[in-house]
């Protein structure tokens, strides 16, 4: 009986068991439902497979995805004075920054790195909207300053992707105060005679949209990104007028003149890497 009990029992069990499975190991698409197989899903750059919805992507990602493999750098941003006005509202900024820093594995809401895409030299700085809603603190202003300034010095373009709620309320003027500044970082760039590009993706609202975002020599666009200034219902009560649908997506703005481009997210480092050549007067093979 033993031996039954001891050797036969367990193997049995463990022939049967069920085995657990990764939670990870299958993610939902938030549009159309669908699951789709993680590895697939970042094969295909967090785009879903079925409807082409395109999901919201870390800074990491970004660079990954824009810069030509194993070819960037991160650069170091200024440091800026942590919570300047001691703001607190449910809990103190102090502690939001903590846990946003915690939660990311960066510093504040822009990456920048330089490197090369498709062979040419660019500085790329990327928003995360995961780090405060991607809100424009002193932090960014500052960051996005130093990657202007890196432009100019390695004669390279500045691209940006933006991703961003607006202001970061906690810093009161001081966020608002960003907003010129970071207009004069375009200015130094488009001074130097280097391109300038914009890459909007879901969302970019708020004073980013009112600012350097909406100033690129080019502006491109994720489809179906919500870009605009205040949420549909404030100004639908404010013009009291029905607004068309979609009219704050990155379709309905390239159908009306206000972007360049919208370009899916697999196809963009190869359109980027084509633009920086036309842009910066590359010479291009001779009609046959």
Same mark, same amino acid.
Request: hydrophobic residues 40%; glycine residues 4%.
């Given at each position: 009986m033993?031996?039954?009990?001891?050797y036969v029992r367990p193997k049995i069990r463990t022939l049967f068991a069920?085995?657990?499975?990764?939670?990870?190991?299958?993610?939902? *698409?938030?549009? *159309?439902?669908?699951?789709?197989?993680? $590895?697939?899903?970042?094969?295909?750059?967090?785009? *879903?497979?079925? *409807?082409?919805?395109? &999901?919201?992507?870390?800074?990491d990602e970004r660079l990954r995805?824009?810069? @030509?493999a194993d070819s960037y750098s991160r650069i170091e941003l200024p440091k800026v004075p942590q919570d300047?006005?001691?703001?607190? @509202?449910?809990?103190?900024?102090? @502690?939001?920054?903590?846990?946003?820093?915690?939660?990311?594995?960066?510093? @504040? /809401?822009?990456?920048?790195?330089?490197?090369?895409i498709g062979g040419a030299k660019a500085v790329v700085a990327v928003m995360d909207f995961s780090f405060l809603a991607g809100s424009m603190g002193a932090a960014v202003g500052e960051g996005l300053v130093s990657a202007a300034k890196l432009a100019v010095l390695q004669e390279a373009p500045l691209i940006v992707f933006t991703s961003s709620g607006g202001a970061r309320m906690q810093e009161g003027a001081i966020s608002l105060m960003q907003m010129p500044r970071t207009v004069i970082a375009t200015r130094l760039v488009k001074e130097a005679g280097l391109p300038f590009i914009v890459v909007l993706t879901d969302p970019t609202t708020g004073g980013v949209t009112a600012s350097f975002a909406m100033l690129g020599d080019l502006q491109i666009a994720e489809p179906g990104a919500l870009i605009g200034f205040a949420g549909a219902?404030?100004?639908?009560?404010?013009?009291?007028?029905?607004?068309?649908?979609?009219?704050?997506? /990155?379709?309905?703005?390239?159908?009306?003149? &206000?972007?360049? &481009?919208?370009?899916?997210?697999?196809? &963009?480092?190869?359109?980027?890497?084509?633009?920086?050549?036309?842009?910066?007067?590359?010479?291009?093979? $001779?009609?046959?």
């Open positions: 033993s031996w039954l009990t001891e069920r085995r657990d499975v990764p939670e990870n190991l299958w993610v939902q *698409c938030p549009a *159309c439902q669908q699951m789709i197989f993680h $590895a697939e899903l970042e094969k295909n750059q967090k785009v *879903c497979t079925a *409807c082409g919805h395109h &999901m919201r992507a870390d800074a995805w824009t810069f @030509d300047p006005l001691r703001f607190r @509202d449910s809990q103190r900024y102090s @502690d939001r920054l903590r846990a946003a820093r915690e939660a990311t594995g960066a510093e @504040d /809401a822009l990456t920048v790195a330089h490197g090369t219902r404030v100004i639908a009560q404010t013009v009291r007028e029905t607004l068309p649908e979609g009219f704050q997506r /990155a379709e309905y703005l390239h159908e009306h003149g &206000m972007l360049d &481009m919208v370009v899916r997210r697999t196809e &963009m480092a190869a359109t980027l890497a084509r633009l920086i050549g036309l842009l910066r007067g590359a010479e291009l093979p $001779a009609a046959a």
